[in-house]
């Protein structure tokens, strides 16, 4: 059973950092590119940052351009995201996600079940 | 960036009704185009992906269509648990992008 788990989240200061993790189970890690997905309270989703199945590309959207890093160990399994600089709009719920094919644009059919992020004084 | 535009933002209807859900791109796309549905609380759920095909396990009253720069989601006839957000999502360029969503909700 593919399973993806969120954690990491919480509240944290204006200009703050904060290092989110996803770790996953039920299919080969190293062989799918994986991303990060958000969604603000109330609001739609909003694509973040999305890592090749061998670490050599990276894309980010250009809200978090500069602030945030998308890395991944093979090792264990485990996605990260991490956040510099955090802002007030950068509050919203962080999920995990796995495309359903090894194509690195493929549409997500897995996800986690999110982690929330506040970022607030 | 391509925005994508989805109308309309509420769409009132009962069960069994057929429910039609637009997605217009700013530009084309061919036929990289998924939908999604999320229900309150949830993590949302691939539906359709390349715009008309099926997600696995995803029922036959769901259905993709339209390439270039116009899509559309039909259910055929609503079932109780259809009552729920979608969303498209393009994966032609990026950033991959979604649209603000169509609120499908009990008449």
């Known amino acids: 059973e593919v399973q993806l788990e969120e954690s990491g989240g919480g509240l944290v200061q204006p200009g703050g950092s904060l290092r989110l993790s996803c770790a996953v189970s039920g299919f080969t890690f190293s062989s799918y590119a994986l991303s990060w997905v958000r969604q603000a309270p109330g609001k739609g989703l909003e694509w973040v940052s999305t890592m090749s199945a061998t670490s050599s590309t990276t894309y980010y959207a250009d809200s978090v351009k500069g602030r945030f890093t998308i890395s991944r160990d093979n090792s264990k399994n485990t996605l990260y995201l991490q956040m510099n600089s955090l802002r007030a709009e950068d509050t919203a719920v962080y999920y995990c996600?796995?495309?359903?094919?090894?194509?690195?644009?493929?549409?997500?059919?897995?996800w986690g079940q999110g982690t929330l992020v506040t970022v607030s004084s | 960036e391509i925005v994508l535009t989805q109308s309309p933002a509420t769409l009132s209807l009962s069960p069994g009704e057929r429910a039609t859900l637009s997605c217009r791109a700013s530009?084309?796309?061919?036929?990289?185009l998924a939908w999604y549905q999320q229900k309150p609380g949830q993590a949302p759920r691939l539906l359709i992906y390349d715009a008309s095909n099926r997600a696995t396990g995803i029922p036959a009253r769901f259905s993709g269509s339209g390439s270039g720069t116009d899509f559309t989601l039909t259910i055929s006839s609503l079932e109780p648990e259809d009552f729920a957000v979608y969303y498209c999502q393009q994966r032609s360029n990026w950033p991959l992008t979604f649209g603000g969503g169509t609120k499908v909700e009990i008449k």
């Open positions: 530009q084309s796309i061919s036929s990289h």
């Open positions: 996600a796995k495309p359903h094919r090894t194509t690195v644009t493929t549409p997500w059919d897995y």
